[in-house]
């Protein structure tokens, strides 16, 4: 029964040779989701601005402030949000590889 399960074209691995191939799968999907977090936090500071941008100007033309006024506000907010959520984006990776760093050259140490 389980020979006729099995697929004729089927290529198998001897079990360290298996090992060997799921690390390697696992260290490039980890790699690939990384680089996509960061597009996805890229998109999110986006629609945050393009949100926070929307909503100033129509508090502005709410309380009936002159156009100029009202462009003005808003890309000064635009331009705060988009500045700050990049600082953040770029701080936090900084972070997370000077702690990946430090790990390593603590593992290093250790061993």
Same mark, same amino acid.
């Given at each position: ?8 074209? @089927?290529?198998?691995?001897? =079990?360290? @040779? ?14 690939? =989701?990384? @680089?996509?977090?960061?597009i996805w936090r890229f998109r999110l500071i986006t629609v945050e601005t393009i949100m926070m941008a929307t909503l100033i100007a129509a508090a502005g ?14 890309? =000064? ?13 770029? =701080? ?20």
């Amino acid at each position: 029964m389980k020979d006729g399960a099995k697929n004729g074209n @089927q290529f198998l691995l001897p =079990l360290d @040779q298996r090992e060997a191939v799921e690390r390697e799968v696992e260290t490039r999907v980890a790699y690939r =989701l990384r @680089q996509e977090a960061w597009i996805w936090r890229f998109r999110l500071i986006t629609v945050e601005t393009i949100m926070m941008a929307t909503l100033i100007a129509a508090a502005g033309i709410i309380l009936g402030k002159t156009p100029f006024a009202i462009f003005r506000a808003t890309v =000064l907010v635009a331009a705060a949000c988009f500045g700050s959520g990049m600082l953040l984006l770029g =701080l936090s990776a900084g972070a997370s590889r000077s702690w990946e760093a430090l790990l390593a050259r603590y593992r290093r140490w250790w061993s």
